[in-house]
């Protein structure tokens, strides 16, 4: 695992990279992830790409912003997926938004999770 910024950890699997966000993804963290993000998927560009927003309490406009940019750089393959914690805001937003209809979102429960 490669440590990025205190905002994100990068665990680059077999099968593609996972992004570990363990803070907001809002406006004031995209523009230190924003980068790092884009320029993994780069380096990896046969592979999927997992957002793991399990840690993250809050996503923003700029958040969604950064998701709709990774969609589009991943949309021909279809590589980009979620998991996110039941209940929490960044489920409701990636459901009202509808974007959990434009990739694959699972949901865990955190309490279950060790």
Not at 23 to 44: G, H, K, N, T
Not at 65 to 75: D, E, H
Request: charged share 20%.
């Amino acid at each position: 695992m490669e440590a990025c910024e205190a905002r994100m950890k990068i665990q680059h699997e077999r099968s593609g990279v996972v992004f570990l966000f363990q803070d907001d993804l809002d406006f004031f963290a995209v523009p230190e992830v924003q980068e790092i993000v884009m320029s993994a998927i780069d380096r990896y560009p046969a592979g999927g790409i997992e957002l793991d927003l399990v840690q993250v309490e809050h996503v923003d406009s700029a958040g969604l912003w950064l998701i709709a940019s990774l969609l589009k750089s991943s949309q021909a393959s279809g590589r980009l997926s979620a998991v996110v914690a039941e209940g929490s805001q960044p489920q409701r937003i990636l459901r009202q938004s509808m974007f959990d209809t434009l990739f694959p979102v699972k949901t865990v429960n955190t309490a279950l999770r060790t």
